[in-house]
C-alpha cells in the first residue's frame, strides 16, 4: 500500500522541529527517484532547487523567524506552470527546449508561502487530451492498475499525488483536466472559479476556459494551496478579486445541514457505467443520510455543453498555438520563412494539437464563423444563464465527474470522439466559469470513482464545503494504490 502525508501534516512537523524540511524534501527525491519509473508522473525533478529552497525554510526557523503557511511542503507542478530557468514545455515537443524566461504568480504564490516545487510533471500535447497519452515525452500509469490510463491532461499530477510522492500538485482544468484526472487515479482535485487563481505564466489552451487548480488526498489540503494561490493578480486582467477573504484553511468542520443539493437528471443519463453511476448515488444517499436536502433540479441544455466546448476550445487553442512559429519559441524548423514555419509546426506539434488546430482555423474562417463560433458564444451563454437559475434553488450540484473510469492504455487514442466524450461532466464548468470539486467516492471494476460538486462563479467555497462534509463522512480518500 501506498502511504502519504497529508501537508497539514508535513507543515505541522516542520513547524515543530519534528521534522527538518531537508529531510522531508531529499525522501520525496528520493521516493521519486526510485519508484516513478514505472508510474512516468514527473518529467523532471528539480533536486538543487528544492534541496536549497528546504534549507532556507530550516535557515529560517533555526534564526527563531515564522514560517509561512507551506514552509517546507513539497508540491508538484504541471509542465504548462513557467518556472524561471527550467523548462516548460507543455508536454510539447515544439517547447522541448523552451526555458521559462519568468514563473507564474502561482508558482512564485507557492514559493513565497514556503512550499518546496519539487518538478514539472507529463501532460497531454499543448494539455489537449484526457489520458496524458498525447504527451511528446513518456507515458503515465495509473498507479491504481498500470494498464490503465491516468485520466489527463494533468495525469502527471494526479499519479504524483495518488501515488503518495507529493501531498499537493498544481494542474491546470479546461475542460476537466484537474477534475477527470483526480477521479480516475482517486484524489480530489479542485477547479476554481474563472479567475480566482490567475494565470500568468500559464501556457495557455484557451484563455476564457483554462484555469490553475490542486490535487491533494483531501479538501482541506487543498484549501491550504488555494487560500496562497487564489486572488486578483495585476498581471493576469481576468482574475477577480475573491468575493470572501481568501479561503481559510481550516475551517470548523462542514456538515450538511442547510445544504441543498441539486441533482440534475440530465448527468444520470444512459452511457454512464452503471457501477459508476451507482457510487454516485450512494454518495448522494450517504450526504441525505446525513442531513442534506436533495433537489431535483434539470440542466436541459447539457446536451450542447461538449459539441459547445469542442467549438470554443480549439477556436481560442488555434488562435494561441499561433504564436509556436519556431521562431520566437521553441524547435527551430528549416528552410525560409515560410518553409520553416511549416517544417517546426509540422514536426513540433501532434497529432491531437493538429487536429484542434485544424478544427479552430476552420471554425474561425469567414462564412463559418457566424455558423459556428458565434452560435457557440450564444449556447455558451445561455448555459451560464442555466446554471445561475440552479444555484438560485440550490447550494451546490453534484454528479460523477466521468461517466467511466479510467480505461486501457491506447483504447481511445485514435478514436478521438470516444475521448471526448469522456468530458460530458466536466466541459460545463469551463464554459460556465463556476467552481467544481471531484472527490473519491469508491471503486467501479476495482478503480476510483470520482464525485463531482459544482458551485456557482465565485462562490467555490460552497463546492470546497459540501466536499469536505462528504469527506468527513467517508474514508475512501484513506484507500490507497498498491503500487
Ligand atoms: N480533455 C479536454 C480536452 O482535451 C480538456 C483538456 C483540459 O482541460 N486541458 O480539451
Redesign the pocket.
Known amino acids: 500500500m501506498v502511504r502519504f502525508t497529508l501537508a497539514k501534516e508535513i507543515r505541522d512537523r516542520i513547524l515543530s522541529g519534528a521534522v527538518s524540511a531537508v529531510d522531508v524534501t531529499q525522501a520525496v527525491l528520493d521516493d521519486i527517484h526510485a519508484r516513478d519509473e514505472n508510474l512516468g508522473a514527473f518529467l523532471e525533478t528539480f533536486d538543487i532547487e528544492a534541496l536549497a529552497a528546504a534549507k532556507a525554510i530550516d535557515d529560517m526557523r533555526e534564526r527563531g523567524e515564522e514560517l509561512p503557511l507551506l514552509a517546507g511542503v513539497p508540491v508538484a507542478i504541471k509542465d504548462n506552470m513557467l518556472c524561471e530557468g527550467h523548462i516548460a514545455s507543455a508536454g510539447a515537443k515544439i517547447l522541448g527546449e523552451h526555458r521559462s524566461a519568468y514563473t507564474a504568480t502561482a508558482v512564485q504564490k507557492l514559493r513565497d508561502a514556503g512550499a518546496i516545487v519539487i518538478g514539472r510533471t507529463n501532460m497531454?500535447d499543448a494539455?489537449?487530451?484526457?489520458s496524458t497519452e498525447t504527451s511528446a515525452w513518456q507515458k503515465t500509469y495509473n498507479p491504481w492498475n498500470t494498464e490503465k490510463i491516468p485520466g489527463?491532461?494533468s495525469g502527471g499530477s494526479a499519479v504524483a499525488v495518488s501515488a503518495g510522492f507529493v501531498p499537493l500538485a498544481l494542474g491546470?482544468?479546461?475542460?476537466?483536466?484537474i477534475r477527470q484526472p483526480a477521479a480516475m487515479c482517486g484524489v480530489v482535485g479542485v477547479k476554481p472559479s474563472y479567475g480566482r487563481v490567475s494565470r500568468y505564466g500559464l501556457i495557455a489552451?484557451s484563455s476564457s476556459l483554462d484555469q490553475i487548480g490542486v490535487f491533494a488526498h483531501t479538501v482541506d489540503d487543498a484549501r491550504l494551496v488555494l487560500s496562497v494561490i487564489e486572488g486578483r493578480d495585476d498581471n493576469d486582467a481576468t482574475s477577480v478579486d475573491l468575493l470572501e477573504p481568501p479561503t481559510p484553511y481550516n475551517l470548523p468542520p462542514t456538515t450538511f445541514a442547510n445544504l441543498r443539493i441539486g441533482i440534475p437528471k440530465e448527468y444520470f443519463i444512459d452511457g454512464i457505467d452503471p457501477d459508476v453511476r451507482a457510487r454516485v448515488e450512494e454518495a448522494i444517499d450517504v450526504m441525505k443520510k446525513n442531513g442534506a436536502t436533495i433537489v431535483d433540479v434539470s440542466l436541459p441544455l447539457t446536451p450542447y455543453a461538449l459539441p459547445t466546448y469542442y467549438i470554443i476550445?480549439p477556436a481560442e487553442a488555434s488562435s494561441n498555438l499561433g504564436r509556436y512559429d519556431g521562431i520566437r519559441y521553441g524547435t527551430r524548423g528549416d528552410g525560409g520563412l515560410n518553409e520553416s514555419y511549416f517544417d517546426a509546426r509540422g514536426k513540433g506539434f501532434g497529432a491531437e494539437v493538429k487536429r484542434r488546430i485544424l478544427l479552430g482555423t476552420f471554425i474561425l474562417s469567414a462564412g463559418y464563423y457566424d455558423a459556428y463560433y458565434k452560435k457557440a458564444l450564444a449556447v455558451r451563454t445561455a448555459i451560464r444563464k442555466e446554471f445561475d437559475d440552479v444555484f438560485e434553488q440550490v447550494d451546490v450540484i453534484v454528479s460523477p465527474t466521468s461517466p467511466c473510469v479510467a480505461w486501457n492504455m491506447g483504447e481511445k487514442f485514435n478514436d478521438p470522439i470516444a475521448m471526448y466524450l469522456a468530458?460530458i461532466f466536466t466541459v460545463s464548468a469551463n464554459i460556465a466559469g463556476i467552481a467544481g470539486v471531484s472527490v473519491p467516492c469508491g471503486f467501479a471494476h476495482d478503480l476510483p470513482v470520482g464525485l463531482q460538486f459544482l458551485a456557482g462563479a465565485m462562490h467555490d467555497e460552497k463546492a470546497l464545503a459540501a466536499a469536505a462534509a462528504y469527506q468527513a463522512v467517508t474514508d475512501w480518500h484513506t484507500v490507497t494504490p498498491s503500487t
Open positions: 497531454d494539455a489537449m487530451g484526457s489527463g491532461s491546470s482544468d479546461t475542460g476537466g483536466s489552451l476550445q468530458d
